[in-house]
């Protein structure tokens, strides 16, 4: 009985992966969904549109970019949870995916049970700028301007989880500072008040501040990554400028609902570098001073487990309050 047992398990295990195999050799055959939990023209925005382009010309079918936009990347992403399991509906999430268990009370899903990653896509750092309004132009006076006025600066992000957010946390928390966060439903209406003088600091993107710094309307304090970034040789680290270890960049990654048959997950993955090693698109995305990656899906889910450990980290060290 026993050795009958067995043979059953082997055989519908081997019939699973026959399967399997016969649905990644069929995917995909109809419209792909990428779900981009931001409103369009960020940098994950433009990230995503880049790679549905190479990667539907390559699978002869269309991959549609999906903007949901709002709460913190939240709904976006339990759209994706919720989905079929089928290779249809993705997800490109950004660092909010890794910090938002470490900010929120609670969520309606658990990203490491309940997504699968596929590849880690891009890495970019941000950039520091103030209004010209405010007398600073490095890091060093901008520290000093506002420990000598505690709540009276104001910053903008994307919101609550967003990079802009996080990476203005980290800074706070490691120059001694009290600044104040106002929070936007995206990067995009943030940014138009810190060029208008409504706010007075800002992490931004180096693609949406460069024209932006070349024309005066912004001051470059710092680049938040570790080394200088090629598209702005001329403007120091934050660490460089000020304050030593300070490291903190925003990243992309590729992921499907959890239970998604693994021969799609590695088609999905294969095409993905595929379109990244694709010179146009390689010079696009290192335009936004990204570094293209594309990892393995289990790198993905390693640097993904990293991250959500160093976010709650900082989240507690740094005394981020948890948003109800």
């Known amino acids: 009985m026993r050795i009958q047992s067995f043979s059953t398990l082997g055989m519908w295990a081997i019939l699973a992966t026959t399967a399997n195999n016969a649905i990644a050799q069929d995917y995909p055959n109809r419209v792909v969904r990428l779900v981009v939990p931001y409103l369009s023209g960020g ?13 539907g010309a390559s699978f002869g079918q269309q991959v549609i970019v999906d903007n949901r936009g709002g709460g913190a990347s939240i709904p976006g992403t339990e759209a994706v949870v919720r989905a079929a399991p089928d290779g249809y509906t993705l997800l490109l999430a950004n660092i909010a995916l890794g910090a938002n268990p470490s900010l929120f009370r609670k969520l309606p899903y658990d990203a490491e049970r309940d997504l699968a990653p596929v590849a880690v896509v891009a890495i970019m750092p941000t950039v520091l700028v103030s209004h ?21 600066v104001y910053y903008g992000s994307a919101g609550n989880g967003s990079v802009n957010h ?5 800074f706070r928390w490691m120059a001694g500072i009290d600044v104040v966060h ?23 993107t180096l693609v949406m501040s460069s024209y932006h710094i070349k024309s005066g309307r912004l001051v470059p304090l710092g680049i938040s990554s570790a080394k200088r970034a090629s598209v702005m040789p001329d403007v120091p680290t934050v660490a460089e400028a000020g304050l030593p270890g300070f490291d903190v960049n925003e990243w ?6 959890a239970r998604t048959p693994a021969p799609i997950i590695d088609k999905l993955q294969l095409e993905l570098v595929k379109a990244l090693q694709n010179p146009e698109a390689k010079e696009r995305i290192m335009g936004l001073g990204a570094e293209p990656i594309g990892s393995t899906p ?5 640097f993904l487990k990293n991250e959500m450990a160093r976010w709650a980290r900082v989240a507690k060290e740094a005394r981020i309050p948890l948003v109800e």
Do not use: C, H, W
């Not at 940098?43 to 990667?55: E, F, G, H």
């Not at 010209?132 to 009276?152: D, H, M, Q, T």
């Not at 992309?252 to 609902?257: C, S």
């Not at 289990?298 to 390693?302: L, P, T």
């Open 182 to 204: 106002v929070p936007y439903k995206g990067g995009a209406p943030a940014f138009t008040d810190v060029i208008g003088g409504q706010l007075s600091l800002m992490f931004p």
């Open 252 to 257: 992309q990654i590729l992921n499907v609902p």
């Open 132 to 152: 010209p309004s405010i007398p600073v132009r490095n890091v060093k006076e901008l520290i000093a301007f506002a420990k000598a006025r505690p709540g009276a």
């Open 43 to 55: 940098s994950t925005d433009i990230i995503a549109r880049i790679l549905s382009a190479r990667m």
């Open 298 to 302: 289990r790198e993905a889910a390693a």
């Open 166 to 170: 996080l990476t203005m946390e980290v």
